[in-house]
Protein backbone atom coordinates (compact mmCIF):
# COMPACT_ATOMS: atom_id res chain seq x y z
CA UNK A 1 0.00 0.00 0.00
CA UNK A 2 1.15 3.53 -0.70
CA UNK A 3 1.51 6.20 1.69
CA UNK A 4 -0.96 8.22 2.54
CA UNK A 5 -1.63 11.60 4.77
CA UNK A 6 -5.17 11.09 6.21
CA UNK A 7 -8.18 8.65 5.46
CA UNK A 8 -10.29 10.80 3.13
CA UNK A 9 -6.58 10.12 0.65
CA UNK A 10 -6.53 6.06 1.84
CA UNK A 11 -10.35 6.13 1.12
CA UNK A 12 -9.64 7.71 -2.68
CA UNK A 13 -6.90 5.47 -3.57
CA UNK A 14 -8.26 2.32 -2.55
CA UNK A 15 -11.42 2.98 -4.64
CA UNK A 16 -9.19 4.15 -7.48
CA UNK A 17 -7.83 0.33 -6.87
CA UNK A 18 -11.35 -1.02 -6.90
CA UNK A 19 -12.14 0.60 -10.14
CA UNK A 20 -9.08 -0.61 -12.09
CA UNK A 21 -9.74 -4.12 -10.50
CA UNK A 22 -13.15 -3.94 -12.08
CA UNK A 23 -11.55 -3.11 -15.53
CA UNK A 24 -9.79 -5.81 -15.41
CA UNK A 25 -12.25 -8.53 -14.56
CA UNK A 26 -14.48 -7.28 -17.13
CA UNK A 27 -11.56 -7.49 -19.61
CA UNK A 28 -11.23 -11.11 -18.63
CA UNK A 29 -14.74 -11.88 -18.97
CA UNK A 30 -14.58 -10.77 -22.59
CA UNK A 31 -13.85 -13.64 -25.17
CA UNK A 32 -11.27 -13.07 -27.33
CA UNK A 33 -11.69 -11.51 -30.74
CA UNK A 34 -8.76 -12.92 -32.57
CA UNK A 35 -6.21 -15.52 -32.33
CA UNK A 36 -3.52 -13.84 -31.10
CA UNK A 37 -6.27 -12.62 -28.23
CA UNK A 38 -7.04 -16.37 -27.73
CA UNK A 39 -3.18 -16.94 -27.28
CA UNK A 40 -2.80 -13.94 -24.44
CA UNK A 41 -5.55 -15.54 -22.50
CA UNK A 42 -4.18 -18.63 -22.64
CA UNK A 43 -1.30 -17.19 -21.36
CA UNK A 44 -3.38 -15.24 -18.37
CA UNK A 45 -4.82 -18.38 -17.71
CA UNK A 46 -1.78 -20.69 -17.14
CA UNK A 47 1.24 -18.24 -16.32
CA UNK A 48 3.61 -19.97 -18.82
CA UNK A 49 5.15 -19.34 -21.89
CA UNK A 50 5.55 -23.32 -22.57
CA UNK A 51 1.70 -24.17 -21.50
CA UNK A 52 0.50 -21.42 -23.89
CA UNK A 53 2.85 -22.75 -26.86
CA UNK A 54 1.95 -26.51 -26.22
CA UNK A 55 -1.70 -24.87 -26.80
CA UNK A 56 -1.61 -22.83 -30.16
CA UNK A 57 1.02 -26.15 -31.32
CA UNK A 58 -1.92 -28.32 -30.29
CA UNK A 59 -4.32 -26.44 -32.47
CA UNK A 60 -1.39 -26.55 -35.59
CA UNK A 61 -0.76 -23.27 -36.09
CA UNK A 62 2.55 -22.19 -37.00
CA UNK A 63 4.55 -19.10 -36.38
CA UNK A 64 4.75 -15.79 -38.51
CA UNK A 65 8.31 -17.76 -39.58
CA UNK A 66 6.22 -20.62 -40.96
CA UNK A 67 8.19 -23.01 -38.89
CA UNK A 68 6.70 -24.75 -35.08
CA UNK A 69 5.30 -21.54 -32.67
CA UNK A 70 7.79 -21.68 -29.59
CA UNK A 71 7.91 -19.93 -26.20
CA UNK A 72 9.70 -17.06 -27.69
CA UNK A 73 6.90 -16.54 -29.98
CA UNK A 74 4.51 -16.06 -26.94
CA UNK A 75 7.34 -13.55 -25.35
CA UNK A 76 7.53 -11.95 -28.63
CA UNK A 77 3.51 -11.27 -28.67
CA UNK A 78 2.89 -10.32 -25.23
CA UNK A 79 5.96 -7.78 -25.47
CA UNK A 80 5.25 -5.97 -28.56
CA UNK A 81 2.04 -6.60 -28.78
CA UNK A 82 -0.07 -6.95 -31.87
CA UNK A 83 -3.24 -4.55 -33.50
CA UNK A 84 -5.66 -7.27 -33.07
CA UNK A 85 -5.13 -7.51 -28.59
CA UNK A 86 -6.92 -4.95 -26.75
CA UNK A 87 -4.43 -2.89 -24.68
CA UNK A 88 -6.14 -3.59 -21.81
CA UNK A 89 -5.27 -7.80 -21.83
CA UNK A 90 -2.05 -6.86 -22.88
CA UNK A 91 -1.50 -4.63 -19.42
CA UNK A 92 -2.87 -7.84 -17.68
CA UNK A 93 -0.63 -10.19 -19.39
CA UNK A 94 2.47 -7.92 -19.02
CA UNK A 95 1.57 -7.54 -15.06
CA UNK A 96 1.52 -11.98 -15.12
CA UNK A 97 4.91 -11.44 -16.56
CA UNK A 98 5.89 -9.11 -13.81
CA UNK A 99 4.48 -10.99 -11.20
CA UNK A 100 6.52 -13.74 -12.09
CA UNK A 101 9.57 -12.47 -12.85
CA UNK A 102 9.43 -11.16 -9.04
CA UNK A 103 8.27 -13.66 -7.16
CA UNK A 104 9.20 -16.64 -9.43
CA UNK A 105 6.32 -18.94 -9.91
CA UNK A 106 3.22 -17.01 -8.91
CA UNK A 107 0.71 -19.64 -8.12
Known sequence: M????NIAE???????E????AEQI???KKEPQSFNEQVVFKYID???????KDFVRSLGVKSERGS??????????????SDDISPELLAIARKVVSMKNKNGKYR
Open 2 to 5: KPYA
Open 10 to 16: LVKMLES
Open 18 to 21: IKLL
Open 26 to 28: TTL
Open 46 to 52: TGSTGKT
Open 68 to 81: LFSSGDVSKLIKGG
